[in-house]
């Protein structure tokens, strides 16, 4: 990639959010400015932006923009919170860029150190995006020992360096099992109905120069059967508490063909991305989106005019189908509350 993935932008060229579409992706390398929260949330909305992580970071970046600007900081928390009820890092890094300037701006510290009220959010943003840096690089190290010689992982969706600070969650572990001579093939789901897979992760892939296949996400099965399939490596939008899991559309599905064919399924995530205030999976509000996104491909409609279409962009994971959660701060396996908040304790 050229063009950076997310950037902030200083006065008085700024404030603003620089951001790659990834909507255009792979065909162009398109950056998108945000010079206002409205324009930070539609492209929130339209997946320019997206990936839990990242989301985070978005959240709280757009915290400090709206603070910048002389907006009203709250409310522009709460719609930015609001833009994708599901991805639960969105609502996290906004709340804490929201805090921080609460904290200082009534204290007067900021403005006694010589620097204006929005830079304590924008601090707090920055401290987000360093600490999913550092996480990517311990996740993959703690998921390294779960990956054997020679595997043929399986993904869905993307989780590389477009959706972190990092080089990703689940495919953070694949590229530290490739420096580490274990991979042997990265399947990749397309990921319908938009196709992150085929779009976003094969050019990562391709840009990391990793062995790797494109599938149909309905292969996934016959893959398996035929014995080509060594490990399931997927990210998340949001952890309950109880371990269940939500992730891209076609991740519970991966999770019961894993199962039956006693294929070990791993999932990625920081620790910002379990939910310990929602209790169980059926607790998740799952994201609907446009009818449209399924009846067409790539702007072209692919079902008759008037069909309707169900287009959940999310779907839940129960405990009991995940082998293990891998974090920054360890491993969860058996996936129970327990090991959960053992993990979160020192967080």
Same mark, same amino acid.
């Given at each position: ?34 010079? !206002?929260?409205?324009?930070?949330? !539609? ?27 002389? !907006? ?276």
């Amino acid at each position: 990639m050229t063009a950076a993935v997310f950037r902030w932008v200083d006065p008085p060229a700024g404030p603003a959010i620089e951001l790659l579409d990834q909507t255009r992706l792979p065909r162009a390398e398109v950056v998108v400015t945000c010079a !206002d929260v409205p324009s930070l949330i !539609d492209a929130i909305a339209r997946l320019a932006v997206r990936g839990a992580p990242l989301l985070g970071i978005a959240g709280a970046f757009g915290v400090a923009l709206a603070a910048a600007r002389g !907006d009203d900081v709250a409310a522009a928390a709460e719609a930015i919170s609001a833009a994708r009820p599901t991805a639960v890092n969105l609502a996290w890094g906004a709340g804490l860029a929201l805090d921080a300037y609460l904290r200082a701006r009534p204290a007067g510290d900021f403005l006694a150190a010589g620097k204006r009220p929005y830079e304590a959010a924008l601090e707090q943003a920055r401290a987000i995006a360093d600490a999913d840096r550092l996480a990517c690089r311990q996740m993959a190290g703690h998921g390294l020992a779960l990956v054997p010689e020679g595997a043929r992982i399986l993904t869905h969706c993307n989780t590389g360096a477009l959706v972190t600070a990092g080089e990703g969650t689940a495919f953070g572990l694949v590229m530290a099992a490739h420096r580490a001579g274990r991979l042997a093939m990265l399947w990749i789901d397309e990921t319908r109905p938009l196709l992150q897979g085929a779009r976003l992760t094969a050019y990562e892939a391709s840009l990391a120069g990793l062995p790797h296949r494109v599938l149909a996400d309905c292969a996934a099965a016959s893959l398996m059967a035929a014995g080509q399939v060594d490990l399931v490596a997927v990210g998340a939008d949001r952890i309950a508490a109880d371990g269940s899991v939500a992730n891209k559309i076609g991740t519970y599905s991966l999770a019961v063909l894993a199962r039956h064919h006693r294929v070990p399924f791993l999932v990625v995530a920081p620790m910002s991305t379990v939910d310990f205030c929602t209790k169980d999976g059926r607790s998740i509000v799952i994201e609907e989106r446009a009818p449209d996104e399924v009846t067409s491909l790539a702007g072209q409609p692919i079902a008759p005019a008037g069909s309707g279409a169900y287009n959940p962009a999310f779907d839940v994971t129960p405990p009991e189908l995940v082998t293990a959660i891998v974090t920054e701060r360890g491993v969860a396996h058996p996936v129970t509350p327990g090991s959960l908040r053992v993990l979160g304790a020192d967080a």
